[in-house]
């Protein structure tokens, strides 16, 4: 444990919530720091590390999407047969049943493990009311996802390939790219080749805007590290939920902008640091958001304004 160090890393997801609010970026990636051990003595740190595992019903619903539909895509890899929709089905019910059954008896709380595989909602920690229609829906749109995905393209294209044109199904790894000596996560949900071409597909499984963003990190790391050229990499927005497919291209200048933006983000994380070399931050450093909506759905709205 005490080799184990707090490095410091840039993602998508860590810039997004550097945007959002520096307080919750501070619990998420310092407060919470140790918090997996359920025996740590600082109960501060357990508890913003069980306060930020919670998922919203929708997140979950996303995950269990890209969960099921990795292992539908390894299996088909690894063993050449698709796995019937019948069973998918059925598997994917069961767990989310299971999950919801533990969540809902406060499971997480109660777990002396990791809660990487505990399921903790949001709306059971904070006893949101929800209609049974409401969970109902959130589970009948996961199978309609699951339904569009057996049936797409895409799905089709990667039954008929060679499988060593199968780039990564779901993998991250840390990685170095040229213009920044910091370590970077970047998780693509799959990549193939085609035609002398890296395609990227990024599941969706809710109504919300394109991440424009998101996509140029992909075109970047399949550039850099998967030693593609930028004229040759393509990605495919897939909304499962809507059953819509948006084709997105980048030029050479939108990616050194996005580039540059990456390298502000990074400057501007670093700044709010009080040892940059450690990696070590203060907690009253980092400001709350005064947007007051974004707290509604924080996940640590019950312990934020009692610590500083």
């Not at 508890?47 to 998922?55: A, D, H, P």
Request: charged share 30%; net charge negative.
């Amino acid at each position: 444990m005490s080799d184990f160090k707090n490095e410091f890393s840039w993602s998508v997801s860590r810039d997004a919530l550097f945007t959002e609010c520096k307080r919750k970026y501070y619990y998420n990636y310092y407060g919470s720091w140790g918090g997996w051990d359920s025996n740590i003595s600082d109960t501060v740190a357990r508890e913003l590390y069980v306060l930020k595992n919670l998922q919203l019903r929708w997140m979950w619903k996303g995950n269990a999407v890209h969960h099921e539909i990795e292992r539908i895509l390894k299996e088909l890899i690894s063993t050449g047969s698709l796995t019937p929709f019948e069973k998918s089905h059925k598997r994917v019910t069961g767990m989310m049943r299971r999950g919801f059954k533990s969540s809902r008896e406060g499971g997480y709380r109660k777990t002396v493990n990791s809660l990487k595989n505990e399921l903790a909602l949001f709306e059971h920690e904070y006893e949101t009311e929800v209609s049974n229609e409401a969970w109902k829906r959130n589970y009948n749109e996961t199978i309609s996802c699951l339904e569009n995905f057996y049936k797409s393209e895409v799905l089709e294209t990667v039954r008929n390939l060679n499988r060593n044109n199968i780039v990564t199904i779901e993998s991250m790894k840390p990685s170095c790219l040229s213009f920044s000596d910091e370590q970077f996560f970047i998780k693509i949900d799959l990549a193939y080749k085609l035609e002398d071409k890296l395609q990227i597909v990024d599941w969706k499984t809710g109504s919300g805007e394109s991440n424009t963003f998101q996509f140029l990190v992909y075109v970047i790391y399949a550039n850099e590290e998967l030693n593609h050229p930028l004229e040759d990499i393509r990605v495919l927005e897939h909304n499962l939920i809507q059953n819509k497919q948006i084709r997105h291209h980048f030029n050479s200048v939108e990616i050194e902008n996005a580039k540059n933006d990456i390298m502000a983000s990074i400057d501007n994380m670093k700044g709010y640091l009080s040892e940059v070399e450690n990696n070590l931050a203060t907690m009253t450093d980092f400001e709350r958001t005064e947007n007051r909506k974004t707290c509604d759905l924080c996940n640590f709205k019950k312990i934020c304004f009692e610590l500083d």
